[in-house]
């Protein structure tokens, strides 16, 4: 099982960036996958963005794109998540996700491990 603890939420104004990050420990394998989710009150849970941890395949929900980056430092066993030109929208927890995977769509993915979510507030 694999432990995860997010960091890095916050405040900030809408047009700003915070970068998330994603600490894992535990047992990790060459086939894991990270990926970040979020949640807005009264919303589901939704994907945001994913990676494997080899090969570093990238992931993207389609209202992030070319705003979020995901990127990971496996020497550092951490996950982090690059938030530009924030909107009030993006406003929600966000966490992070592992799971096991080989070769597929991380967007359709079972996580199996989740960490306790940090909160990201965007003002307008």
């Known amino acids: 099982q694999v432990q995860l603890v997010e960091s890095g939420g916050g405040l900030v104004q809408a047009g700003g960036s915070l970068r998330l990050s994603c600490a894992a420990s535990?047992?990790?394998?060459?086939?894991?996958?990270m990926a970040w989710f979020r949640q807005s009150p009264g919303k589901e849970r939704e994907f945001v963005a994913g990676?494997?941890?080899?090969?570093?395949?990238?992931y993207y929900a389609d209202f992030v794109k070319g705003r979020f980056t995901i990127s990971k430092s496996n020497a550092e066993n951490t996950v982090y998540l690059q938030m530009n030109s924030l909107t009030p929208d993006d406003t929600a927890v966000y966490y992070c996700?592992?799971?096991?995977?080989?070769?597929?769509?991380?967007?359709?993915?079972?996580?199996?491990?989740w960490g306790q979510g940090t909160q990201v507030t965007v003002s307008s």
């Open positions: 996700a592992a799971t096991y995977a080989y070769g597929l769509d991380l967007r359709d993915v079972k996580y199996i491990s």
């Open positions: 535990g047992r990790t394998f060459s086939n894991y996958a």
């Open positions: 990676i494997y941890w080899s090969g570093g395949i990238e």
